[in-house]
T-cell receptor
Framework: ETGVTQSPTHLIKTRGQQVTLRCSSQ?????VSWYQQALGQGPQFIFQYYREEENGRGNFPPRFSGLQFPNYSSELNVNALELDDSALYLC??????????????FGQGTRLTVV | SQQGEEDPQALSIQEGENATMNCSYK?????LQWYRQNSGRGLVHLILIRSNEREKHSGRLRVTLDTSKKSSSLLITASRAADTASYFCATGRAAGNKLTFGGGTRVLVKP
């Protein structure tokens, strides 16, 4: 167990709807990153939050947005859902240290299906 | 787009054999990490190797890194059926862990 929890585990939404996914980071970690993993592919970086501020974004449209709270938990929001948004959404918790890369610990993911 | 490319895409071996998979990447990195994923669920961190390191061991795992060739390898020795999973390499370009993943190697260990 990594100590990173995501909710819900599964979700079915209709095209055009909005969805919010949640992530609780591991104790002591200050950074949360979100990834989208389509079936049969590697995860793709969506964005990262560090101390409640967005700290980098991948190639995803603005309808993907997020928040990080003072306790370092995080939300991923997706508006105007499209069929291609169907994927496993993974949250990763890590400790950002100056100049040093550290391990990222992943939650079990939220399986989103858009119909 | 994905920076890393794993090779092979799939690997089938007998229990007790060694499994080797390779990862190539395109840009300079701060670190490279290997992860395991079972049945499309969460990723389990296996090992992190920094750009100034060449080899690292953890139990039955051995990772090498060649920054001149922009490549890494993961060796699993004496494989077990429980090692059946998809393995991903991920590169980090800075301290903040914005990871770029490859497409993964699917490993099947037959009992």
């Amino acid at each position: 167990e990594t100590g990173v929890t995501q909710s819900p585990t599964h979700l079915i939404k209709t095209r055009g709807q909005q969805v919010t996914l949640r992530c609780s980071s591991q104790s002591g970690h200050n950074t949360v990153s979100w990834y989208q993993q389509a079936l049969g592919q590697g995860p793709q970086f969506i964005f990262q939050y560090y101390r409640e501020e967005e700290n980098g974004r991948g190639n995803f449209p603005p309808r993907f947005s997020g928040l990080q709270f003072p306790n370092y938990s995080s939300e991923l929001n997706v508006n105007a859902l499209e069929l291609d948004d169907s994927a496993l959404y993974l949250c990763a918790s890590s400790l950002t240290l100056t100049q040093v890369g550290t391990e990222a610990f992943f939650g079990q993911g939220t399986r989103l299906t858009v119909v | 787009s994905q920076q890393g490319e794993e090779d092979p895409q799939a690997l089938s071996i007998q229990e007790g054999e060694n499994a080797t998979m390779n990862c190539s990447y395109k840009t300079s990195i701060n670190n490279l990490q290997w992860y395991r994923q079972n049945s499309g669920r969460g990723l389990v961190h296996l090992i992190l190797i920094r750009s100034n390191e060449r080899e690292k061991h953890s139990g039955r795992l051995r990772v090498t890194l060649d920054t001149s060739k922009k490549s890494s390898s993961l060796l699993i020795t004496a494989s077990r059926a429980a090692d059946t999973a998809s393995y991903f390499c991920a590169t980090g370009r800075a301290a903040g862990n914005k990871l770029t993943f490859g497409g993964g190697t699917r490993v099947l260990v037959k009992p």
